[in-house]
Structures are given as structure tokens and as C-alpha cells.
């Protein structure tokens, strides 16, 4: 009887691990993405309005230049908690601002 009990638990346990460790490592993921996807927009926002009030004219927007202007203060890399590189640019590509990194 005792033994039983032994064995039902330790399924138990079995399945729980089963279902939530996977769960835990895709909302982890998701949280991650998410992260960087908001630091990225942040950049090509700061790129967009910098082209519109006419302060970069060139076709590269180079982090530093946003940093310069006063468009965007020091941004860090969310996954790597790493400065964003000052080589980084951003790009208008199909009328859309895409950001690179180097």
C-alpha cells in the first residue's frame, strides 16, 4: 500500500513537470521577444521622428547620431543587459524603419 502511494505521487509530480517546465520556457520566450521587439520600436521611433524634423538626412541613422541629437537616450539590449552599439542604424526600406545591427 505504501509503495502505491509512492509511485501515484511521484506520476504526479512526473506530470506536473511534464506540463509546466515547457509552459515556463515559452512564456519566458515570449516575454523575451517582447522585450526586445518594445527596445526596437523605441529605436525606429526615435529614428522616424528624427527624419521628420528634418535633424538626420541621411539614409543611415546611426544610434549615435539619435544619442547626439537628443532623440534617444542610452538604450540597453534587453537579453544581453549590454549598451545598444553606437554603430547600429536604422534604415527607411519600403517605407518602413528597419533597424540593423552591426
Known sequence: ???????????????????SVPSIILVNKRHNEKLYNSTILKITEAAKKCVNEEACLKDKIFIKDLYDNKYLEKVINPLTKEYISEDDYVIKKDGKYVYIES
Open 1 to 19: 500500500m505504501n509503495n502505491n502511494k509512492i509511485i501515484i505521487l511521484i506520476a504526479i509530480i512526473t506530470m506536473v513537470l511534464v506540463i
